[in-house]
């Protein structure tokens, strides 16, 4: 009993010394390396911690000024539900990097075109004015809904989302494949092409400049109504 419990002594001893481990390949041991990696993971630790709480502080202030913006519209919960599910802008990128889209503030403006009414979207414009150019996607995932032709939104898909929600995309040039009442889409799908379809019977064009008008809408005692996703797409865009 004695003689394991010395033995363990030494072996303490030994390791407390410099070496570790047992048998031929035992490796001198070096207490400054360790104590410099333990220092360089602490940095790490702390630096990732850092660059996290603000990332998470700015998306919270981004949240936070998109609920300021939106609070007559619809609830705090509503706002999170759809910042939850709009994954991507609306409108593709170009993959040669030439054109571009912009688009404003230009919910609530007066249009006169059928009736005075107030404007139920957002108009993304494309900078070479050019149908059939830019590649439009579902900003969520969702079944279609509508399809088809409406005299003021052209050739139109509506997308109704899990949540309830309801996408609208209208002045379209063509539609994807296989686009049909009742199929699922995923968000980041292409739906179709921009286009400047609308405004008059099947198949008009070129009443206006080529852009897509994306809209959201809500079921609100039972009627669809629209809400302002400039707030939203700022956030994909
Ligand atoms: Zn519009």
Redesign the pocket.
């Known amino acids: 009993m004695t003689g394991i419990f010395i033995s363990g002594i030494m072996q303490r001893f030994h390791s407390a010394n410099g070496r570790i481990g047992r048998g031929k390949n035992r490796k001198p041991y070096n207490g400054s390396k360790g104590r410099h990696f333990g220092k360089y993971l602490f940095g790490i630790i702390v630096v990732v911690s850092i660059l996290l709480q603000m990332y998470w502080v700015r998306e919270l202030q981004e949240q936070i000024a998109i609920c300021k913006n939106m609070e007559k519209e619809c609830s705090v919960g509503e706002i999170k539900t759809l910042l939850r599910e709009i994954e991507c802008f609306p409108v593709r990128e170009d993959i040669h990097k030439k054109e571009y889209c912009y688009f404003d503030n230009?919910y609530g403006a007066a249009r006169t075109y059928g009736g005075k009414r107030s404007?139920e979207?957002?108009?993304i414009m494309a900078s070479n004015n050019q149908a059939g150019y830019f590649q439009i996607q579902s900003v969520s995932n969702g079944v279609v809904e509508q399809i088809g032709w409406l005299p003021l939104g052209g050739y139109r898909i509506g997308i109704r989302s899990d949540s309830g929600f309801y996408y609208y995309y209208?002045h379209m040039d063509t539609y994807a494949k296989g686009m049909k009442v009742g199929k699922k889409v995923t968000s980041g799908e292409v739906l179709g092409m921009m286009g400047n379809t609308g405004y008059g019977k099947e198949g008009t064009k070129g009443k206006f400049a080529v852009?897509l008008?994306f809209g959201i809408y809500r079921q609100v005692k039972g009627r669809e109504k629209s809400l302002n996703p400039y707030y939203l797409l700022e956030k994909v865009a």
């Open positions: 230009g404007h979207g957002i108009d209208a852009h008008h």
